[in-house]
Every structure is written in structure tokens, then in C-alpha cells.
């Protein structure tokens, strides 16, 4: 059995990578200064977006793809219950109602068709989650919206390089927001991004990332600089620090190294976890990159709590992503759904297990998760 417990995910941060990231310390800017943009730079290129606004958290990157859509309260934004709970909180924040839409039962990401049943006419945005960093059916959705003029928000924290028909999520719906916390591909600690193509929108986002104040301290420094600024809607403190943008910019040009160690493992997982009948294997879809942030497999006849606890006490960080949001205390008090309305939701919550994926990982402990995973179903097979 292995001696030391292996995480479920973990950041990689080279000497290198913290050499650099310590130059930013001993500059001028710790926040509000060049890295923001450097990043925001660095992340255009990357998607090939138009418009890139970085924040706090992606909760925050959230809220404000909601907010500077200007919806009148009681408006209805049709998202997954099978996803954290961050994604359908930003409706709340904005005074708008999260309506839940049953997912697809081979790739877990919401069905179009059952968005379909969700339009009522306080309808006005979507808002779809790439699980696990495979794409969502962008085409079906992007048509919805088109027929019912409704926004589309991408939740993409866990799809950042990810690809639907040849295109890099971050440039298909109207907003798209990243995350950079310390669990997701790219980390910046706490940290995230949004995405447009919206020159308006852009603008509006970068009011409501600092205070509503339409001058960055950057452009009110220095001698030739002038002390006025203007506070022209109400927002709040949602800014990311120049310490948080030098890190997010070593990790991004290592994108293509993480990724790929993260396919290798991917492949020996599926390779070995397939051969037996207790264990399905991810779906993925033949016209998407997948940005694997999560390995997710399903259990067939064993329990799985009783797996999650054998693979634990064996040392081995599982997880289950995620508890429906609508299982949640707040969701259950407030909004009083009841699970058997999404029935394919609840059927791969109650099978699912997320193994341990990161790029840090080496063969050994790879080849300990398969180990273990092996032994739990002989010992829970009946
Ligand atoms: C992590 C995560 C978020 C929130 O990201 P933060 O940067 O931690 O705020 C939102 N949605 C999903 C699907 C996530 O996994």
C-alpha cells in the first residue's frame, strides 16, 4: 500500500518559474500595475479572443459576465446542477433565478434538449459548464440562444486550451470565464479571467472589476498624470495582483507540457481501469479537445462510498465532482427542488469518483492509483 497520501490534483511550480515570479517583488507594482495587461496579453494570444478582463477569482469573473449583462431582477439563467455550486451562485448574486437543466448522460455536460423544456419567457441567458474540460454541444446551444435571444456565459474553469470543432473555447459564446485557482490546469493561487468579443461588454468589465472608476491607477501615475477619476456605476473590488499575473504567465507557457502529461496519464488510466466490468471509463466526444482537469470514471455494481473510503484509507486523494447543486442546504431551503427531477444527474452522482490527475504525477503513482483501484473492486466485488 502506498505510505504517503497522493492529492487529487497539485500545481506545478518550477525553480525557474519562482525565480521569475520573485522578480515581480522587488518592483513597483505588487497590484494594479503591467503584469494585469501582460497576462491579459498573453491569454488573448493564447485563445485568440478579443478581449480578455482578469479578476480576482472566477467566481468573481462570474458575477460580473452576469452583472454587465444588465438583466431585470427575476430574470432566469438556465445552467447544470452538476457542477460547484460557483457557477449557479453568480445568478443569485444578480438577483436572477438559476433554473436547472438535466445533463447528458455520456459526457455530463448540460443536454440541450432539456434546455429546451427550461425556456419560459423570463428566460435571458445560458450558462453552460465544460465538465471536466470537455466542450459542451456549443453548436446546439449557441442555436437556442440564437431562437430565443438569449446570452450565452461559458463556465470554462475547467477548460482552459480546450477546443469544440476546431475552435478554442473562450471564443464562442458572449462571455466566457476561466479559473486560475490553485486546483484548476493554470494557476494563479486564486484567480480568473473572462473572455469577449464585445468591445461594449469589455469596456463595462473593466468598470465593474474595480469600483465602477473609469481611470486604472496605472493611467493616474506618474508625474504628467492628473488626479481625476469618476466612479460611474456601482461595482465592487474584484482585481487581480501583479504577483498573481506572473505566475498565471509562467504556467501559460507551459500549457502544452501540462497538458500533454496529463493526455499520458489519461491513456494509461483508460488503459488499465477498462479491463474491468466495474469500472466505465470517460466518454469523449470525437469533435472536441478535451482539457482533461478531471479524470471522472463510473462505478458499475460497487458503492461508491464504499470506494471512495477503501481508495482513502489506501492513500489514494479520490474526490466526487460534484454533490448536484441542488442538493446543497441553501439550493434546498430556498428553491425546495426535488432530485428526481433530474434523473441523470442523480444517477452519475451516485456512481461517480474522480481519481487523482495532475501533470506532477509520476508513473509510480499512477501505477499506485491503479493498483489500489484494482484491489478496492476485488474487495467490494460481491
Ligand atoms: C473552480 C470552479 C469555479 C470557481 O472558480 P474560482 O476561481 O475558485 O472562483 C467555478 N466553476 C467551476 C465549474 C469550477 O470548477
Redesign the pocket.
Known amino acids: 500500500m502506498r505510505k504517503t497520501f497522493l492529492p487529487y490534483t497539485m500545481h506545478d511550480i518550477s525553480d525557474a518559474d519562482a525565480e521569475e515570479i520573485m522578480h515581480v517583488l522587488k518592483q513597483g507594482w505588487l497590484t494594479t500595475g503591467p503584469k494585469i495587461e501582460e497576462f491579459e496579453n498573453a491569454i488573448k494570444d493564447f485563445i485568440g479572443c478579443k478581449f480578455a478582463v482578469a479578476v480576482s ?4 469573473g ?1 458575477d460580473i459576465a452576469v452583472q454587465v449583462l444588465d438583466l431585470p431582477a427575476g430574470s432566469e439563467i438556465i445552467t447544470t446542477p452538476f ?2 455550486v ?2 449557479s451562485n453568480c445568478a443569485l448574486y444578480n438577483n436572477c433565478t438559476p433554473v436547472f437543466a438535466d445533463i447528458d448522460g455520456k459526457t455530463y455536460n448540460i443536454d440541450p434538449d432539456k434546455i429546451e423544456e427550461k425556456i419560459t419567457d423570463k428566460t435571458k441567458a445560458i450558462l453552460p ?1 465544460h465538465y471536466a474540460g470537455q466542450p459542451c454541444d456549443m453548436e446546439a446551444i449557441k442555436k437556442i440562444a440564437r431562437e430565443h435571444n438569449l446570452a450565452v456565459i461559458e ?1 470554462a ?2 477548460a482552459i486550451g480546450a477546443e469544440y470543432k476546431g475552435r478554442k473555447i473562450g471564443t464562442i459564446g458572449d462571455l466566457t470565464v476561466f ?3 490553485a ?2 490546469n493554470i494557476v494563479t493561487g ?3 479571467i473572462v473572455t469577449t468579443d464585445s468591445e461594449e461588454l469589455y469596456k463595462k468589465l473593466l468598470l465593474l472589476r474595480s469600483h465602477g472608476i473609469d481611470k486604472s491607477t496605472l493611467q493616474r501615475y506618474g508625474a504628467a498624470a492628473g488626479y481625476e477619476y469618476d466612479m460611474k456605476i456601482l461595482a465592487r473590488n474584484y482585481r487581480i495582483t501583479d504577483i498573481q499575473c506572473a505566475i498565471g504567465l509562467t504556467q501559460l507557457r507551459r500549457f502544452d507540457e501540462f497538458l500533454a502529461r496529463r493526455n499520458e496519464i489519461v491513456k494509461i488510466y483508460n488503459r488499465e481501469l477498462s479491463q474491468m466490468k466495474e469500472i466505465a471509463i470517460p466518454f469523449v466526444s470525437d469533435n472536441v479537445k478535451h482539457a482533461w482537469h478531471i479524470y471522472t470514471m463510473l462505478l458499475n455494481g460497487i458503492n461508491r462510498d464504499s470506494f471512495f473510503k477503501e481508495m482513502k484509507r489506501q492513500n489514494i486523494g479520490v474526490n466526487v465532482h460534484y454533490i448536484p447543486v441542488y442538493r446543497h442546504s441553501y439550493y434546498r431551503e430556498r428553491f425546495g427542488i426535488k432530485p428526481e427531477e433530474f434523473p441523470v444527474t442523480e444517477g452519475v452522482f451516485k456512481r461517480i469518483v474522480t481519481l487523482p490527475l495532475f501533470p506532477k504525477m509520476t508513473d509510480e503513482d499512477v501505477n499506485d492509483v491503479i493498483d489500489a483501484a484494482k484491489e478496492t473492486v476485488e474487495k467490494l466485488r460481491d
Open positions: 477569482s472566477a467566481t468573481a462570474l457542477t460547484f460557483a457557477s459548464v463556465d474553469a475547467h479559473s486560475f485557482h486546483a484548476k486564486e484567480g480568473g
